[in-house]
């Protein structure tokens, strides 16, 4: 049987899905306030469970050169402000060890991204802290895999765990989704997130950043509710072409209704 994951007053796990969005990394208070509180106005609207992602580092990106982010301190402090101004809870990734209870004592949910889905020492600590962990699969992985990973947080005593798709590559700069890993990881017993804009990435595409085809985030976004998805995760920036990362992928803030209104119907019908 399925687990459900409680965050406040959301449980993930069936029906109604639930969205995690927002900007791929913080680049300042004002535009992340803006863009969640619009977020959150779409989502209530429509009567859609939201939970605020947004990084205070972007300790993966693909040159020295990219913008990684505020930081933990000054990143930590607008997130905080994000989820008691709104009232919505809120995700963020960790990249080390010695991040991990900093970010605890903040966030609702805590990400380990993808490329640190098999680091022991990582899922281990976020384990430790008793929060809810959404584990990003490897692009690395297979979903069966994935069991490897959760085994190492509830080796701590937590079951509050999610997974979250985002692709397999298979090199030269793409990615592929089988949505046979849906069914293959809520399999494991956990609910499964989809991520649609970072399954659009092309990694390196761009010499030295990533490229996208943000076009076919819905279509995508369709296919992993009608595979079982609990949730879908987008990146959503109010200006992409001038993002400071992933905005290629990542879908306009005023198109957003449109692709939550699509997938509330699909879900209806389902």
Do not use: W
């Amino acid at each position: 049987m399925q687990k459900k994951i409680t965050i406040g007053n959301i449980k993930i796990g069936g029906a109604p899905f639930v969205f995690i969005g927002g900007p791929c990394v913080i680049e300042g208070r004002d535009i992340t306030l803006r863009t969640a509180e619009k977020i959150a106005t779409i989502t209530s609207s429509l009567k859609i469970p939201y939970i605020f992602k947004s990084s205070y580092d972007k300790a993966n990106r693909t040159s020295i050169n990219s913008y990684r982010g505020l930081g933990i301190e000054e990143g930590l402090k607008i997130l905080i402000e994000v989820k008691h101004s709104l009232a919505i809870p809120v995700l963020t990734d960790v990249h080390s060890v010695q991040e991990v209870k900093i970010v605890s004592e903040v966030v609702d949910i805590i990400q380990v991204p993808a490329l640190l889905s098999r680091q022991t020492d990582i899922l281990v600590a976020c384990g430790k802290t008793g929060k809810p962990v959404n584990i990003k699969k490897g692009q690395f992985l297979s979903p069966n895999e994935i069991q490897y990973a959760i085994d190492k947080v509830l080796s701590t005593g937590n079951s509050q765990i999610l997974i979250t798709e985002r692709g397999t590559c298979f090199g030269y700069n793409n990615l592929v989704n089988d949505f046979r890993a849906i069914p293959i990881m809520k399999g494991f017993g956990y609910p499964v997130i989809f991520d649609a804009t970072h399954s659009v990435q092309k990694p390196g595409a761009q010499s030295s950043y990533s490229g996208g085809e943000r076009e076919f985030v819905l279509p995508l976004a369709k296919a992993a509710l009608a595979t079982g998805a609990d949730g879908i995760f987008m990146e959503v920036h109010e200006d992409p072409s001038n993002a400071l990362c992933d905005g290629e992928n990542s879908v306009p803030l005023d198109e957003l209704i449109y692709h939550l209104r699509s997938l509330k119907k699909l879900e209806d019908v389902l």
